[in-house]
Structures are given as structure tokens and as C-alpha cells.
């Protein structure tokens, strides 16, 4: 399995629970995540409201393959800024990205 492989399997998994995903390209800036997942707000009927909608940064990898150091620092750093980012190596890692 390839990480394009990955790449469609998180598209077609957002875009089934309404969500879009976005590929970005940085200037200037190496290691940032490439990819933005948009998953939409929720109806939560236990508490009689909603959940919020969240956005989420994505690096996807080939199978075993870690981020490069300075893609681990960038990450980091906007870890350090409150944003969640998450690196995926495998479809098991899309699915449990969306449970």
C-alpha cells in the first residue's frame, strides 16, 4: 500500500460523514502538514445539542514510515498553538481518525 493509497481512502471516509478534505501547499515553510480535514458539527441528542465541528491537520505516510525531523517540529509547533495535528500510516489510522 502506497500513502496515495491512504490519501483516497481518508477522501472518500470524510466526504462519507460530510466532511471535506483540503490538500495544502506551504510557502516557505517545510514540514507542515499537507493535508486539512473539515468534518462538520454534530447533532449530539444525548445532551440536546451540538458537537462542534472540528478541523484537523493530516500528514499521511507510507506504511511504517515516521515524519522527518523538521516535519516533527513543525508539527509541534502548532500542536503548540492548540491545533491538533495527527500523522496516518495506515487505513486503520483513517478509521479511527473518524470514530
Do not use: F
Not at 466532511?19 to 510557502?27: C, M
Request: aromatic fraction near 4%; charge should be positive.
Amino acid at each position: 500500500m502506497r500513502e496515495r493509497d491512504i490519501e483516497a481512502y481518508l477522501v472518500k471516509r470524510v466526504k462519507a460523514v460530510g466532511g471535506e478534505v483540503r490538500k495544502v501547499r506551504w510557502i516557505g515553510r517545510r514540514g507542515a502538514p499537507d493535508r486539512l480535514v473539515m468534518l462538520p458539527g454534530v447533532i449530539c441528542y444525548a445532551n440536546h445539542g451540538t458537537l462542534p465541528a472540528q478541523t484537523i491537520w493530516v500528514e499521511l505516510k507510507a506504511p511504517g514510515k515516521l515524519p522527518e525531523p523538521h516535519q516533527v517540529r513543525e508539527h509541534n509547533r502548532m500542536r503548540g498553538k492548540g491545533h491538533r495535528v495527527v500523522v496516518i500510516d495506515s487505513l486503520k489510522g483513517v478509521d479511527a481518525l473518524l470514530a
